[in-house]
């Protein structure tokens, strides 16, 4: 029995690294693979209940979140700002994350490693002799990345010297130096979970393959929600804030969508996310309907605009059904998706960094010197706006012609079926 070890990235709160290492991992499993993950954080348990083992690392440790409310935005500019976000700010921290993670491979002794924006798959790879699998977005892959791609950013953004962190590591251990932080995602094979529409890629890239969508696949027995259980002739607009919203959902912007889409013409569906106790909320006009979770791919398919945040899974759900979008995004990886929908027809972005004049430059100081980026302190998206946008994206036929088009060339390709044949010509 072949065995597959994935190191998905955990920290950004969000599900998207994680759902896309399960949906390989249920394709692999389906083709009797041993699977088994390298995973902390609240996402660990379901991946445990979906069956399969879970190793826990102690390092890198869980970094500790600010006490003060997160800016609306903030621009990312590479790879570098997600080594401190990890926690890796010593070379002994990677030292003894690298340590625990060979322990973890000498125990499971996979014939695979994949990794999905994880720092540290490609060290360990070099380190036990394994081949490695990278699932990578366009944005960050080795040979060509570019995250903020359709503007230029701001002036005095300075990203972390992440060379002190780990040049004495890899000369260590005999590896190649690193120009950049996305040299840490290099591999032998490399999955683009996308379509080139919205991952453009140079042709001549080696050993990348685009896949389409890279979901799972969704129960038989769904049960939609209200309205949805008795449909009607109303427009149905689906709001999603995500598991990686976490920090830019709030009160305030529930009151935003309360102003802005109450007492219109359509029914309101709106996902709250396990931050928030839809009970806890304020009263909601009659057609808007709160819940903590729905069936999302169900819901998105019976939807005729999504509001969400521009992150991978929702992105994908609205691509495989052909549904445009509004995209609200926190940071600029997410922008960057909801960039690439509107270039193709497919979505609206309302973005808080269009408000430049209330942006402003935030440094912070480490151990290797300084870095800065540009960060927007409040949301300045109003109930007109987002309202305007709805009306917009429902009129305008372009909107849903250009998803269609997008879910038309999603059927050439066969997500996580087709990874996993080229996971096993590889091994």
């Known amino acids: 029995m072949k065995r597959a070890l994935f190191f998905p990235s955990y920290f950004g709160r969000g599900f998207g690294h994680i759902g896309r290492c399960l949906a390989l991992a249920d394709e692999l499993f389906r083709q009797n693979w041993k699977v088994a993950m390298i995973l902390a954080g609240p996402h660990a348990e379901v991946v445990y209940k979906a069956g399969y083992q879970v190793f826990k690392p102690w390092f890198p440790t869980r970094p500790r979140h600010s006490k003060t409310d997160p800016p609306a935005y903030t621009y990312i500019l590479d ?222 398919q019976q939807s005729d605009v999504v509001i969400f945040h521009g992150g991978y899974g929702t992105l994908m759900e609205t691509m495989r059904y052909g549904v445009p979008s509004i995209v609200l995004p926190f940071h600029s990886e997410q922008e960057s998706n909801g960039r690439r929908l509107e270039a193709c027809s497919a979505a609206c972005v309302l973005s808080p960094a269009s408000a430049t004049a209330s942006m402003h430059l935030v440094r912070r100081h480490w151990r290797y010197g300084e870095f800065a980026t540009w960060v927007q302190p409040a949301s300045p998206l109003t109930p007109e706006k987002l309202r305007e946008a709805v009306f917009l994206v429902l009129k305008d036929p372009h909107y849903r012609s250009g998803a269609m088009s997008l879910s038309a060339v999603a059927l050439k390709y066969r997500g996580a079926a087709a990874a996993a044949e080229l996971i096993d010509q590889l091994v």
Request: aromatic share 10%.
């Open 79 to 300: 790879g570098s700002f997600q080594v401190v976000r990890d926690g890796f700010v010593r070379p002994w921290r990677v030292r003894a994350a690298v340590a625990e993670m060979m322990y973890i491979v000498r125990r499971f002794r996979p014939d695979v490693l994949i990794g999905d924006l994880s720092l540290l798959t490609w060290i360990v790879g070099q380190r036990a002799g394994l081949p490695v699998i990278q699932i990578i977005r366009s944005i960050m892959h080795p040979a060509k990345p570019c995250v903020v791609w359709w503007q230029e950013p701001p002036k005095g953004i300075v990203s972390p010297n992440i060379h002190p962190v780990f040049d004495p590591v890899l000369s260590h251990w005999n590896l190649e130096p690193i120009d950049r932080a996305e040299d840490l995602f290099r591999g032998d094979l490399f999955l683009v979970p996308s379509i080139p529409e919205l991952e453009p890629l140079p042709n001549d890239l080696p050993s990348t393959h685009y896949i389409g969508a890279l979901v799972r696949k969704q129960s038989p027995t769904v049960v939609l929600p209200q309205p949805l259980d008795k449909p009607d002739e109303k427009p149905v607009i689906y709001v999603t804030l995500g598991g990686g919203a976490g920090p830019v959902g709030n009160r305030h912007f529930f009151q935003v969508l309360n102003k802005a889409l109450g007492e219109m013409p359509w029914s309101v569906i709106i996902s709250t996310g396990r931050k928030f106790d839809p009970t806890d909320l304020p009263p909601a006009p009659p057609n808007i309907f709160y819940y903590q979770w729905v069936p999302g791919p169900a819901v998105i």
